[in-house]
């Protein structure tokens, strides 16, 4: 078995700054981190690379200081290391980003298949969500999103059924071999980092692929010229200097707490009290 995790190294977005003149975010002296949603689908396909065997390849698109977090996804257990690196790339968006790590998959494949891609259900930095569905879609591969579990991996028969989240309720669906799933948030915790796979990713020999070696040779479309996303502004919230009003609690009943809640939040935001209105008609 054969399974790709693609990852992404982001800034750490408890750090991150946003320029008071330029808007543009500021990531000179934040730390780098991995996408944290990409690390519960890395756990998951460990556990099955630990239950059915098989190799698991980590693949990033990034500059070269991305290398530190594909030698992390090493230290985890990871065993082979992928960076597709190259200024042809600067400034692409999901849809670029999308058709350059399919071209990876595609040159990967070559050397051995590939039974399952794994991607984060979205970044920290983009919030987009679209790679991973952008990757399934050029590989021609069944997309299974939000997938909180994994009832049965049967290689034999080439299926695959999981559980996937929905708006209401739980999904059980079964599918073919190959497909891509993005992971929900909270549904298993990266493991430690052992110390032979910690020696092991230091002394690893990474493959960097140009744009070239990535197999891509149409240039328009990947970086700027494959990204019709433009950015107009990026912006902090104003920060808000009211503080927080203080209820006294002691001596009062529940029903009456209730209505002075009730009673602040119309006299303060009439939005409020007009659809309250709108819903007692």
């Not at 396909?45 to 990033?60: I, P, Q």
Request: proline letters at 5%; hydrophobic letters at 45%.
């Amino acid at each position: 078995m054969h399974i790709v995790v693609c990852i992404k190294q982001v800034p750490d977005s408890a750090q991150i700054r946003v320029h008071p003149v330029t808007n543009t975010i500021m990531r000179q002296g934040v730390p780098a981190i991995i996408n944290p949603y990409d690390l519960f689908s890395l756990e998951e396909a460990l556990r099955l690379k630990d239950k059915h065997g098989g190799r698991v390849t980590v693949l990033s698109m990034g500059p070269p200081q991305a290398e530190a977090a594909l030698r992390k996804a090493l230290s985890f257990g990871a065993d082979e290391a992928i960076l597709v690196t190259d200024r042809a790339f600067a400034g692409s968006d999901t849809l670029a980003t999308s058709f350059a790590l399919a071209s990876a998959i595609n040159q990967i494949q070559k050397d051995m298949p590939i039974d399952l891609v794994f991607a984060g259900k979205q970044t920290i930095d983009g919030d987009t969500a679209q790679v991973g569905p952008g990757i399934a879609k050029r590989l021609n591969m069944q997309l299974l999103t939000y997938v909180s579990q994994i009832d049965s991996l049967k290689l034999d028969k080439r299926e695959i059924v999981v559980q996937r989240r929905a708006e209401g309720g739980v999904q059980v669906l079964k599918t073919q071999l190959p497909c891509l799933i993005t992971m929900l948030e909270g549904v298993n915790e990266i493991r430690f980092a052992t110390m032979p796979n910690m020696f092991r990713a230091a002394r690893y020999a990474l493959k960097q692929w140009d744009r070239v070696a990535a197999g891509i040779e149409d240039i328009e479309k990947i970086g700027l010229k494959g990204s019709p996303t433009i950015v107009s502004k990026v912006f902090a919230p104003t920060a808000k200097a009211q503080k927080a009003e203080m209820i006294d609690t002691e001596g009062r009943r529940p029903t009456d707490l209730a209505v002075t809640l009730v009673t602040k939040m119309v006299t303060r935001f009439p939005i409020v009290r007009d659809e309250l209105n709108k819903r007692a008609i």
